[in-house]
Nanobody, 124 residues
Framework: QVKLEESGGGSVQAGGSLRLSCAGS????????MGWFRQAPGKEREGVAT???????TYAGSVKGRFTISQDNVKNTLYLEMNSLKAEDTAMYSC??????????????????WGQGTQVTVSS
């Protein structure tokens, strides 16, 4: 059974940084494509950053240069380093995983397994 659990959310002022973590279990971590997604109130869920099973990374234009996705296959953990945070980054952030090779895929609908999410609030 695939299980994903996010942590690291919180409240921060604009310009600050946060690092989100997503601990995975129940599957061979390095073989899945994974990603970070977010949903702000009243908006649809959107892809933030993904990493295909071959390690190729993809970023949404709105976070490119500010966010970094990475994974530690020994610790079975996915990370999202967020710098220069803006008020518009405020959202519930969730990690997702899928056993397929999903290169450059930011559409949430393509990911099968999801965590519960962690809230990020950026005040201006």
């Amino acid at each position: 059974q695939v299980k994903l659990e996010e942590s690291g959310g919180g409240s921060v002022q604009a310009g600050g940084s946060l690092r989100l973590s997503c601990a995975g279990s129940g599957y061979f971590f390095g073989s899945f494509s994974m990603g970070w997604f977010r949903q702000a109130p009243g908006k649809e869920r959107e892809g933030v950053a993904t990493i295909a099973s071959d390690g190729t990374k993809t970023y949404a234009g709105s976070v490119k240069g500010r966010f970094t996705i990475s994974q530690d296959n020994v610790k079975n953990t996915l990370y999202l380093e967020m710098n220069s945070l803006k008020a518009e980054d405020t959202a519930m952030y969730s990690c997702a995983a899928d056993p397929r090779y999903l290169l450059g895929e930011l559409r949430p609908s393509e990911y099968r397994h999801w965590g519960q999410g962690t809230q990020v609030t950026v005040s201006s």
